[in-house]
DNA sequence: CATGATCCATACGTAAATGTATAAAGACCT
DNA sequence: AGGTCTTTATACATTTACGTATGGATCATG
């Protein structure tokens, strides 16, 4: 098959994917960090190549024909796989070795971070990635961690913070729990069931009690100070506790309570010190921490 | 991110896609259409982007390095996805339009033609297809087709005929029939079983014969002209049939007989007439029928 | 309605990548 | 062993593609 020579340049592929993405030549050139005619001339050029036109000129904006339209698709994915090149390139380079050590909640740590430490040691087989699950955010001053995942930002301004995500969690309850006491369906409610606490029992009745939800102290039957240990409490039916809802979707046997209506969200911040910028092992980790995260 | 800054140049991937695919710098050059000095140098500034060896120069000959094999499944996906830019852009083509008359068996046409109609009409949105379903090799130059899938090489001179595949088959029965019959184990076995005739049981009869299977034309208990009825009468337990592998498989209450011992083979020609070099409408059907044949 | 900003296309000089030519070196065959 | 046919890498001339500058056109804004 003589497909090599109606195979279009991969350079003007490229530069038709940045400008169906971005919406715009001038953009596209600025994204490729190149110049709006170069950009114009490859689109140009790509058309001439296919015998199609891929974009509609009408006034100073440019609009995707059907044409377009349709091998958009194949060019993302090609644009998908030139970034896995680069990632798996980054990993695959010789100074991307030795150990990397991520901190993060125990919560985090066991139902997160596996799978991210899984794609990690497959793209840099010969980095060490050691996982501490603490809630001690002093660990990577101590530097006792190379990377710290936190749910608020750092006080020390020594340290490289990047807030990645506002997570979302609920209320959750075993569906059993709910069963035999029944649903709760207003705030108040709320005062009337047990409660599993994460952590100090009064620190969290405060929390609480600042979302309006008026309850006592009193209401915690059962806490524990490691998270897991408190999800496992409420999954055995002992109350109602809040979970991050990507931890909770795990859980089928877990209901949220008042789900539209009650809802909490807490920053999720990478943490990291300033050796991100001389240690390509750190940076690697960090930059696909912070992709994992932001698209989990 | 910036990623856009650690991207590597699409033309070095495509570079050293080619130059992993061919074995050497030369081989994807000429592939290219380019020059080998090209290739060298591009592989060299892709080695250098990345900061990874990707080949190990050991001799004249080039081996991919642990991280060149590493990114070449991804490299790979790109130069898969281009095909399918190309392909797609072919099918968009104004020219594309109309119809395109495709004879095959009766079988082909139903067990194989279907899926390829499919992804044909998603390709070319404006081409219609039309399926005939005919042993007559005649259609062609009758000009009642313009592409015809046949199991052998066509005479007339004018006809552009490419040999796709080998295909191959075994004879099947339907598991309820060897249960109750038994199992032959040899080829005299066959000839106390009964059979059903695809068209004319003499010249049936003949070409089983010629295979040195020691079988008399009263053996054939059924037949059909049409291929779907007598493979269904195969199916209904009323003897053994020849059939493609590939049809067969997509009938798990089928069983071969004698499965390493007895087989055949026949080939799979794609004809047209000499329009193909000038429609390309045609050429389009033409190549992506090939490609489908090779990869069913 | 006019002004400014933004975008695309074209022209021109320049820089970068390509092709040609050539040398060195390994594989294969006699 | 020697010759031939590969291969890859380098040097130089040329072509190609790029960036800068500019004009025309459209849309937003005062």
Known sequence: MDHAKTTPDWTHLRAFLSTAETGSLSAAARALCLTQP????????????????????????????????????????????????????????????????????????????????????????????????????????????????????????????????????????????????????????????????????NRMAEYLVAMDIPLTVDVFKSSSENGLVSWELARAGLGICPMDDYVAASAPDMEAVMHDDLHVTFPIWLVTHREIHTSPRIRLVYDLLAEAIAAR
Chains 1, 2 share one sequence.
């Open 38 to 201: 170069t950009l114009s001339r490859q689109v140009a050029a790509l058309e001439d190549q296919l015998g199609v036109m891929l974009f509609e000129r009408v006034g100073r904006r440019l609009d995707l024909t059907d044409a377009g339209r349709e091998l958009l698709p194949h060019a993302r994915d090609m644009g998908l796989a030139a970034e896995r090149v680069a990632l798996s390139a980054s990993g695959q380079r010789s100074e991307i070795s030795g150990q990397v050590r991520i901190t993060a909640s125990d919560i985090t740590a066991a139902m997160f971070l596996p799978s991210v430490v899984a794609t990690l040691r497959k793209i840099a087989p010969q980095l060490t990635i050691d996982v501490i699950a603490s809630n001690d955010i002093q660990d990577l001053m101590r530097r006792e961690a190379d990377i710290a995942i936190r749910h608020q930002r750092p006080d020390q301004p020594d340290l490289v913070a990047r807030l990645v995500l506002d997570a979302v969690g609920h209320f959750y309850a075993a569906k059993s729990y709910l069963d035999k006491r029944g649903r709760p369906t207003s705030r108040a409610d709320l005062a009337s069931h047990d409660w599993v606490s994460f952590g100090d029992a």
